[in-house]
């Protein structure tokens, strides 16, 4: 069960690691299928707050077929993170995971290329939530219906609210790629 964790540029540093940590525990401590393949734009992308990381494959190395979930942490407008979120290569990306009804778990702003993208018309989904909710506005305007929740459960799409979410939306991810059972036991051994 396959995770293709992609990094946008302008990501933030802890929705990213949330991923990477759960899933890793999952495999680490319990041999659970659940290998993580991190992925940018570039080989090195930097994150909100400049720090750079390097990452397993770049989008023109990708074939959606060899993976089962798609992991997109948000990030800051101001660290460029919409030049990549809102690129059509990304968009076409996200389309292809939901049209093969595959798992699309995001965090925080990172609702709104899916939201872009088209797959989430019509559907119910959240995105940061504070600040006069002006990016649960932006996230209507894609015709979603938004609901102001933490996270947000739709068919195969996981989204969330903040960055205070960002454990609980990588559990659920989890829990979709094994069971409710295995999720319990790696959020209890982590002390959640």
Known sequence: MRTLLFALKGFETMEFSVFVDVLGWARNDYEYDVPVVTCGFHKEVTSTFNIPILVDKTIDEINVNDYDALAIPGGFEEFGFYEEAYNEQFLNLIREFDKQKKIIATICVAALPVGKSGVLTGRKATTYHLQDAYRQKQLKEFNVDVVNEP?????????????????GVAFKLLEKLTSSEKMKIVKHAMGF
């Open 151 to 167: 996270i947000v459960v739709d068919k195969n799409i996981i989204t969330s609210y903040c960055p205070e979410t960002a454990a």
